[in-house]
């Protein structure tokens, strides 16, 4: 494979929290893990070659495997295997930047030419590599403290200041930001003090040849689901943020309303965070609403399955108090199934209102319950917002997004060689690592 000029030829993908092998839809794992994995897929097919750095969790995690040609995951060993809280992260932030460099300085200078960090806490981590490597960091930030703190869920516990401190140091000290959607690049600019000039919005995708329309029947004869059922499905992390109880209480509400309503709610997905984790916590919830005979719950189902359990359903439900863009959305309806949606952060952009799904203002039970009971009623109008859902969808594809990630980092390498001044400056290896040392004044 040629190089391209400004295309980087290997990349450290930082992802301290969470691995990109992880199964996706409980604990840390979601969306992040799913954009990490599928964008290093693309850009190794593109020549880029990718190497993810993440926390080992376990004693059997190998130093190092392989995702797919191109693209290795180096497991770090930082803290205790297991038991250690997403919040206890940082405490492990200076382990896990020590094992990134060691790993660094067993190469010849120069071995990654960019840092590509996801979430803060990775960008702790990445902008000290950048700083010793002398490369340009680009961060995504999936999710802002200050934004998910403005539309929690009720009983949810906030984002801790110091999250927020963090996140604003990365934000000052990426070369590039890269943004789920628009919203996100106003809020980095109104609330963190981005500069706008270094923000690249760049939407994440699904995997357009998995996800597509498929025979509903068979599906759910894989699944085990009634054929004559109208089933509304919530795919995800079960915890407040997500919101499957505001699904429930709509759900309870339309079948107290309509009780001869084919309704039947299909929840997938396994405990996360605060809160709702524990798995008995929606079924209880289900049993007082009066409606336990009408939910079907699945664990977290990898891709292969996940897409049976789109195609068996009529509609999806993505009831979230907060969502930077929300996959799920995406992934259904490029399998064909409309989406019912809260209205906020990236699903304004995942779903066309109207047009592919609906969209729903806030969170209370009589809206969701309205605009549930009138889809799970109206087969016609399912069937509009159906047909047109893959053509949007289309428009989202890991493919679009790695080529926005490709723009993001060469304009991230030009602008830092000119900071630099190109060619005026050098690494030298000190105390076994290697240090940039600038050997001419910057132009
Ligand atoms: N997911 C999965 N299996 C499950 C549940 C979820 O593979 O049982 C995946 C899903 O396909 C999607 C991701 O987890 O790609 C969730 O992403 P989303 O953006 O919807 O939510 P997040 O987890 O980022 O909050």
């Given at each position: 494979m040629t190089s391209q000029p400004g295309r980087p030829r290997r990349?450290?993908?930082?992802?301290?929290?969470?691995?990109?092998?992880?199964?996706?839809?409980?604990?840390?794992?979601?969306?992040?893990?799913?954009?990490?994995?599928?964008?290093?897929?693309?850009?190794?097919?593109?020549?880029?070659?990718v190497e993810i750095f993440t926390r080992a969790t376990s004693s059997s995690d190998p130093a190092v495997q392989e995702a797919a040609p191109g693209v290795l995951v180096r497991n770090i060993e930082a803290g205790p295997f297991e038991g250690l809280d997403k919040h206890d992260l940082p405490t492990q932030l200076c382990a896990f930047a020590a094992g990134v460099l060691r790993e660094e300085a067993r190469h010849a200078p120069g071995y990654y030419d960019l840092v590509h960090s996801h979430y803060w806490l990775s960008g702790q981590v990445g902008w000290l590599a950048r700083d010793r490597w002398g490369v340009p960091l680009v961060h995504t930030a999936h999710t802002l403290a200050a934004v998910k703190n403005a539309s929690l869920a009720a009983g949810d516990t906030p984002e801790p200041a110091a999250r927020q401190i963090g996140e604003q140091q990365v934000v000052a000290e990426s070369d590039r930001l890269v943004a789920n959607t628009v919203d996100e690049a106003h809020a980095l600019e109104s609330i963190y003090r981005a500069d706008p000039a270094k923000i690249d919005v760049v939407a994440p995708g699904a995997d357009l040849s998995r996800y597509r329309p498929g025979d509903r029947d068979?599906?759910?004869?894989?699944?085990?689901?009634?054929?004559?059922?109208?089933?509304v499905?919530?795919?995800?992390?079960?915890?407040?943020?997500?919101?499957?109880?505001?699904?429930?209480?709509?759900?309870?509400?339309?079948?107290?309303?309509a009780p001869d309503l084919p309704l039947r709610v299909l929840i997938v997905g396994g405990p996360s965070g605060t809160g709702l984790e524990r798995p008995d916590s929606l079924i209880e919830l289900a049993a007082d609403l009066g409606i336990a005979a009408r939910v079907t719950f699945l664990p977290p189902q990898p891709s292969d399955r996940l897409v049976q359990v789109y195609r068996a359903s009529d509609l999806v439900a993505v009831?979230?108090?907060?969502?930077?863009?929300?996959?799920?959305?995406?992934?259904?309806?490029?399998?064909?199934?409309?989406?019912l949606a809260a209205n906020v952060g990236g699903l304004g952009v995942a779903v066309r209102d109207g047009e592919t799904g609906v969209l729903v203002d806030g969170h209370r039970t009589e809206d969701w319950a309205a605009a549930l009971g009138s889809l799970v009623a109206d087969r016609g109008r399912r069937d509009v917002l159906a047909a047109a859902a893959p053509r949007h969808a289309e428009n989202f594809s890991w493919e679009h997004t790695a080529d926005g990630l490709l723009t993001a980092y060469r304009t991230a390498g030009a602008r830092r060689n000119r900071a630099f001044g190109a060619g005026e400056f050098s690494l030298r290896r000190q105390r076994g690592l290697w240090k940039l040392r600038r050997t001419g004044g910057v132009k």
């Open positions: 990349v450290a993908v930082i992802s301290v929290h969470t691995s990109p092998l992880a199964q996706p839809g409980t604990g840390d794992a979601g969306g992040m893990n799913v954009y990490v994995l599928q964008t290093s897929l693309q850009l190794a097919r593109r020549g880029v070659e068979r599906a759910r004869a894989e699944l085990g689901l009634d054929p004559r059922e109208t089933i499905t919530f795919v995800g992390r079960i915890q407040p943020l997500k919101a499957p109880d505001v699904l429930l209480r709509a759900a309870a509400r339309a079948v107290a309303d009831p979230s108090y907060s969502e930077s863009f929300g996959l799920v959305a995406i992934e259904a309806q490029a399998c064909g199934v409309p989406v």
